[in-house]
């Protein structure tokens, strides 16, 4: 069987692969544009058949200037009167030429051809299974390439060859060097520079790669350098021109084509070059290869206004392959395009004809239409039409042609053409419309008028016209007199009169088309019977009743073989029998007697057309094997003809009309009668005489449909499997099953079956069918893996099946599970650019196809990973920790202990050493900076009310700086200060060492509070007073306006409060023994819980939590209502600095340098990253939105508050 296509849509790297595994060993041809190649693929690899690449003169010239041969030897072998390849046999049977050398250079040629081959993209190619035929000697078919290996090469050497394309083209056979530019070597051993003297124009590359020893590839490739480095470059069009001539006068045909097909490519398709490719193709004996340069030939003098000269290239290319039916239809379309209606009509008469010798009657009905449209009296394309019509089985369109010739022709055919046309159309319709014998019958009676001559007519009148005269008539009434009289006499009223007449036309010339005519004629007589008076034997009620059983046997005989009407008409003749009936039975014999002769005339009729329907049985299976429509048109028509109880009624109906033609029938119905029953009798043999015939037919039917079926199946089918389709190969391959079962399950199919073993058929779709059974399985068992969650399982499930099937292209059958995940959760998911949803998500990505997933989100800075999709174990689960995107990041200093400020939306720092340093809070550029004189430096935050900053240093003085450019406006001296200061309004609140909090107002103290212990933590502001914790276990407040003071202890007299934290509904407080007590706003203490371990940094409160974090990492939230732990995590690494509340997380820097957001409930860590530093700046909240945070390379930077990506 043959398999043909696309190279668009298979290329021949896929049909080596997939498309034509299980095949047979077969050649495979192929054509892109003006190229043409062809392989014979074995099972002991590939043979390169055309184009022949290498010339045997070319190769014995080279291995002498390579000291491969020598040159005494060649002339001495070339003595004994021998040329090309028996010259090299010669060389090599006397040991002067190494076999292993001559295989070497011509296996690495026919690798590079086929490797050049694998580049085709366009074109077709047709693969016809069958053993090796004897082809036209060559050298390089002497050698057979591994598939494998070519195709394992040609993955790595497509891309440098489509690269070599682009500059050079596809047909690169020539470039010529530049003497005046030096080219180096590119690499260690590169040809270049040893090509580079010898590309001198006339030399093409494969003769200089000859010379040098090298493949055919490599001396493209390093010519393909030259010309980009600008020692060589490409020959123009009229160089191409000047080489090819010359060629053609060496008679060096092989690399005469090669440079036409660059110099069409290069050039542009000229006259010139498609008259030399034909030229070249003649010498060769490549007909095809002729029939192609001059169909492109014609082609383009057609488009370039020249339709005439194309005319007379076509016609002398039919004259050497006449028929040829690329050539007809070229010459057609020249045709048309000159407006020569004669070549038209030729050329379009020679295609319907092919057409019809190819079996396909409705391509020549279409091209023949449009003709008789335009030209209805031109008989000869009416008669090829009617061929094409018969040949389809559109009979009533051919018996509608045949009387529209009829009428043309009239009595007489005048022309031989009438004569043909006439013949042709008579026999057409014996053969295809018996039921219409008038039409043949008038062409028949034109074709004898049209053979008699004129003297015989005279004489013959003559004799008659004497004969007249003495009372002589030597003719009956003839059927046209006759049924013009009836008409007459009918008109007339004179209804006996036009009865008689009826009945005798019909007697005379039962099969005349006018006997059809006189039936409808006696559809006006019609009316019931009507006998003579009655008897007196006869009594009224027996008269009407038997009037009512004329009138049920006159219907009944139009109903027959019917059972109904075959009793009806056996019981009305029993009847007609009696005695009683004896008196009417003459009349209603008479009366009956018509529709008796039109019964039996139709029932004749349909018989004999039923029979030759069925007697045609073999032949339509010898002659329309190919033809499937017809096919299953005769088989209908032979399934209606073949109705066994039509058959049998008939033959029961023969007798009972029989009995009626024996009470008073005349000759004629005697007549009618013994004809009918001759047919009846022919009819039921026929059906068991002709049944060898059907079985042949319905063969030829099913044989058709399986390899339809097989042609689909082996090239859609391999198509569907090879991406991955699965059910549609499965319909292909369970399509082919099913006719393949029933040619196997019929006693008349068995032949075809043996043949379909023969070819192992069964087998093959055995093995398609298990593969796509073997593929289905393992699929589902990944679905499993997938349904049940098991994502790795199911992802190296998947890899495995891809694996074991690479050849396929089944990733979108199987494509890989991939699970995304970030924290924090709800960012978005791009796959390859695309975006897929957001987290956490399951996709999935196709195996060994390269994949970028990113994970963004508002705030956060991107999250990229390239996933391993072809490894042992791809990669199924992808967890992005995203970092929160610096808004600016500046560089800072080193020893900063306290937390920065927010100051008018900009950012204040002050360093260990006095270094105060404001930044802009939008892009962080320093707006002014100022070095205070101070020993010990600072370590506590500074306040800011509007307008002022208050900047405690250690020591106790207190600088006031205006915010805006730096500038100094007074100190203070204090106390030593134990810790942050905070602002309620414009009071600034600053604990000191003699166990004093301090309030300063408008640059000044405005008043001091006696503490009742020292103070032991900083100052925090909320609900109206100024809050900080004792050294004895106490907290104490401050009324910010009144001053007025209290205290609540939390823990014992022996400990002292560690750290404050501010909440909406009151404060958070940590003790040296490990306490954790929640104070409400109103200075009560709620609730506390001891034990709970070294709690150094400060506690936070947010969203009805409370959280605090041990000196060893271990994360602790509390309910703030009840004080019950809800939840413990673990941050592997201290946070010295504790929490800070943000929004709805809680923040903390770690001392390794991470930065995490984490959510109360869970506890869940939001965002975990390590932007951070070891510096000792705690987190401070900048504004509504953004934190400062210190980052790694001595940075501090402003970076957004880590919100929920869906927040945003």
């Known amino acids: 069987m043959a398999l043909q296509g696309s190279l ?68 001495r072998e070339r003595g004994e009167g021998r040329s090309g390849l028996p010259l090299i046999e010669s060389l090599v049977a006397s040991g002067e030429l190494r076999e292993a050398e001559l295989t070497d250079v011509l296996a690495g040629w026919a690798e590079d051809t086929i490797l050049d081959l694998l580049t085709w993209d366009e074109g077709e190619f047709r693969f016809v299974e069958g053993p090796l035929e004897q082809r036209r000697p060559g050298l390089v078919c002497r050698t057979t390439v591994d598939s494998g290996a070519v195709l394992l090469r040609a993955a790595q050497r497509l891309d440098e060859r489509n690269e070599i394309a682009s500059s050079l083209g596809y047909h690169a056979a020539l470039v010529i060097g530049l003497p005046g530019i030096t080219v180096g070597a590119q690499h260690m051993g590169d040809p270049g520079p040893r090509m580079q003297p010898l590309l001198d124009g006339e030399r093409t590359i494969d003769e200089v790669a000859l010379l040098l020893g090298i493949g055919g590839f490599a001396a493209l490739k390093a010519a393909h350098a030259l010309v980009l480095a600008g020692g060589a470059r490409l020959p123009t069009a009229e160089e191409l021109a000047m080489c090819v001539e010359k060629r053609l006068a060496d008679h060096a045909y092989r690399s005469a084509r090669g440079l036409v097909l660059q110099w069409i490519e290069m050039g542009g398709p000229t006259p010139r070059a498609y008259e030399s490719l034909a030229l070249i193709a003649q010498a060769c004996g490549r007909t095809e290869e002729e029939i192609d340069a001059l169909r492109m030939l014609a082609q383009l003098r057609t488009s370039s206004g020249s339709p005439g000269a194309a005319l007379g290239t076509l016609r002398d290319a039919l004259i050497r392959c006449p028929n040829h039916p690329l050539l007809l239809q070229t010459l057609r379309d020249s045709a048309e395009a000159a407006g020569d209606v004669a070549s038209y009509v030729d050329s379009t008469l020679r295609m319907a004809e092919n057409a019809l010798q190819d079996a396909q009657g409705d391509r020549a009905v279409a091209l023949l239409e449009p003709l008789v449209t335009a030209q209805p009296d031109a008989l000869g394309v009416r008669t090829m039409h009617a061929k094409a019509l018969e040949r389809c089985g559109r009979i009533e369109e051919l018996v509608a042609a045949a009387q529209d010739v009829t009428r043309r022709i009239g009595r007489r055919c005048r022309t031989r053409e009438e004569r043909d046309a006439a013949r042709t159309f008579a026999d057409m319709i014996d053969r295809s419309a018996p039921e219409r014998p008038e039409i043949s019958r008038r062409l028949r009676s034109a074709l004898e008028r049209s053979d008699s001559k004129p003297r015989r007519f005279a004489l013959a009148g003559s004799l008659l016209a004497v004969l007249a005269v003495a009372g002589i008539v030597m003719w009956p009434p003839s059927a046209d007199s006759l049924l013009e009289r009836a008409t007459v006499a009918l008109d007339a009223g004179r209804r006996a009169e036009a009865q008689e007449l009826l009945d005798e036309l019909i007697e005379r010339y039962p099969d005349s088309p006018e006997a059809e005519s006189a039936f409808q004629l006696q559809a006006r007589l019609t009316r019931p019977a009507q006998p003579q008076a009655p008897t007196v034997k006869l009594d009224r009620a027996q008269r009407e009743h038997l009037e009512a059983s004329a009138a049920a046997a006159q219907t009944a005989l139009g109903d027959l073989p019917s059972a109904a009407a075959r009793d009806t008409l056996e019981s009305f003749a029993k009847e007609l029998a009696s005695e009683e009936a004896s008196a009417l039975r003459p009349t209603v014999l008479k009366e009956l007697r018509r529709y008796l002769a039109r019964a039996m005339h139709d029932l004749t009729r349909e018989a004999r ?102 042609r689909k199946a082996a090239q859609d089918g391999i198509r569907e499997l090879t991406y991955g389709r699965l059910e549609s190969a499965e319909e292909l391959y369970s399509n082919l099953e099913t006719l393949v079962e029933k040619a196997s399950a019929e006693r008349r199919f068995e032949p075809l079956f043996r043949d379909l073993e023969r070819q192992r058929i069964p087998a093959w779709i055995d093995s398609k069918r298990q593969l796509i059974t073997t593929i289905g399985q393992r699929v589902r068992e990944g679905r499993a893996h997938e349904a049940a969650g098991r994502l790795a399982a199911a992802s190296q499930a998947y890899a495995g099946l891809l694996r074991t099937f690479d050849t396929f292209k089944l990733e979108r059958l199987a494509p890989l599970p991939l699970q995304v995940l970030s924290d924090p959760p709800g960012a978005i998911v791009e796959v390859n650019g695309k975006r897929e949803g957001v987290t956490p998500l399951v996709i999935h990505y196709l195996w060994s196809t390269p994949v970028t997933v990113r994970v963004l989100a508002n705030g956060y800075v991107p999250f990229e990973q390239v996933l391993d999709s072809a490894g042992e174990k791809p990669d199924w689960q992808v967890e992005a920790r995203l970092a929160p995107q610096p808004v600016w990041a500046v560089r800072g200093e080193r020893t900063i202990d306290c937390a920065p400020v927010e100051a008018d939306g900009n950012v204040l720092t002050a360093s260990r050493g006095g270094r105060l340093t404001m930044y802009d809070g939008k892009v962080g550029s320093i707006i002014w900076t100022r070095a205070l004189d101070s020993l010990e430096g600072i370590r506590f935050r500074p306040a800011y009310v509007p307008g002022r900053l208050y900047v405690v240093l250690v020591d106790g003085t207190v600088h006031l700086i205006d915010p805006r450019d730096g500038a100094p406006g007074g100190r203070l001296t204090l106390d030593r200060p134990t810790g942050d200061p905070d602002v309620a309004g414009d009071v600034v609140a600053v604990p000191t060492r003699s166990g004093k909090l301090v309030l300063l107002r408008h640059g000044s103290v405005e008043r001091e509070i006696t503490l009742p212990a020292p103070p032991s933590t900083n100052v925090v502001a909320a609900h109206g007073a100024f809050w900080v914790g004792l050294g004895d276990g106490r907290i104490a407040r401050v009324h910010v306006t009144t001053g007025r003071l209290t205290v609540e202890r939390i823990g014992d007299s022996g400990t002292s409060v560690r750290a404050l934290g501010g909440a909406v509904n009151g404060i958070a407080a940590t003790t040296s023994m490990g306490d954790v007590a929640f104070v409400g706003s109103d200075g009560r203490r709620r609730w506390s819980v001891s034990g709970q371990g070294d709690l150094p940094g400060r506690p936070a ?69 390590g932007i951070g530093s070891t510096s000792p700046l705690p987190p401070a909240r900048i504004g509504a939105d953004h934190l400062v945070i210190a980052l790694k390379n001595d940075e501090i930077g402003l970076v957004p508050v880590p919100r929920r990506p869906d927040s945003e």
Request: one cysteine or more; hydrophobic letters at 45%.
């Open 8 to 75: 668009g849509h298979l290329g021949l790297a896929d049909l080596l692969q997939t498309g034509l595994a299980g095949q047979a060993a077969g050649l495979l041809s192929m054509r892109n544009g003006a190229g043409r190649a062809a392989l014979y693929v074995g099972a002991e690899g590939l043979t390169l058949l055309e184009p022949d690449v290498l010339d045997a003169e070319d190769l014995i010239h080279a291995f002498v200037l390579r000291g491969v041969l020598s040159g005494e030897a060649v002339e």
């Open 609 to 710: 057309g039923r029979a030759e329907i069925l007697a045609k049985s073999s032949t339509v299976a010898s002659s329309q094997a190919k033809d499937e429509g017809l096919l299953r048109r005769y088989l209908a028509e032979a399934a209606e003809a073949g109705d066994a109880e039509w058959t049998k009624g008939l033959q029961e109906a023969v007798p009972i009309l029989g009995t009626y033609v024996e009470m008073e029938g005349t000759a004629t119905l005697h007549q009618l009668h013994a004809t009918l029953a001759q047919h009846a009798t022919r009819l039921a043999g026929a059906g068991a005489g002709n049944q060898e015939g059907l079985d042949a037919c319905h063969r030829a039917v099913l044989a058709l449909e399986v390899d339809e079926a097989y």
């Open 1101 to 1169: 409160v947010v969203g009805g939590y409370l959280g605090v974090v041990e000196r060893k990492g271990r994360l602790l939230v509390f309910d703030v209502e009840t004080g019950q732990l809800t939840g413990t995590t673990e941050l592997s690494g201290s946070a010295p600095h504790g929490l800070l509340g943000v929004d709805d997380v809680f923040v903390t820097a770690l001392e390794d340098g991470r930065i995490m957001a984490i959510e109360p409930e869970g506890p869940h860590v939001r965002v975990e990253s």
